[in-house]
């Protein structure tokens, strides 16, 4: 999303549905798939850590979030900096406790659709809503560490401690 990897366009990670279209970060991507079994938010709360949360689909089986991909060349015999995005809309009910907004989980039937490039802008935008149902559970801090990728990020968070 940026001539120069170490600018802005590497922490574009999210595309937000209502703008996808118009924004020039996003304009000209190519939609795609972006297959996950889940993902995390934070929840914020007043005088304590962020409490994060593992979500999933109900059934807990893999799911596609709806993405945005774009390639772009800084120059001849230069390698192409590729970069993906994940489209993200207002927060389910479920969730919005935890987090204003998330990830566009595309149901399965609707995957065709996003990757079709001959799918309307109004077509589209109806496939940017939140997944309403959601396996959600507190997990421990392992996951506040992006370099930690191992199991014990969703092991569910330890009972809070009261102090008087």
Request: charged share 25%; net charge negative; with cysteine.
């Amino acid at each position: 999303w940026a001539k120069d990897p170490k600018t802005l366009g590497l922490k574009l990670i999210n595309a937000r549905s209502e703008t996808m279209l118009t924004n020039g970060a996003f304009r000209d991507a190519r939609r795609c798939l972006v297959i996950a079994d889940g993902f995390y938010e934070w929840e914020k709360r007043p005088g304590e850590p962020k409490q994060p949360w593992w979500v999933t689909r109900p059934d807990h089986e893999p799911f596609a979030f709806a993405g945005l991909w774009s390639s772009w060349r800084p120059g001849e015999g230069i390698e192409p900096l590729r970069t993906v995005a994940i489209v993200t809309t207002h927060a389910s009910e479920q969730l919005a406790h935890v987090h204003d907004r998330m990830p566009v989980v595309l149901p399965r039937e609707a995957e065709d659709a996003w990757l079709d490039r001959a799918t309307e802008p109004a077509a589209l935008m109806e496939l940017c809503v939140p997944l309403e149902q959601t396996g959600m559970r507190a997990v421990g801090d392992a996951v506040n560490d992006a370099r930690h990728d191992e199991p014990d990020c969703l092991e569910p968070a330890l009972p809070r401690l009261t102090l008087f």
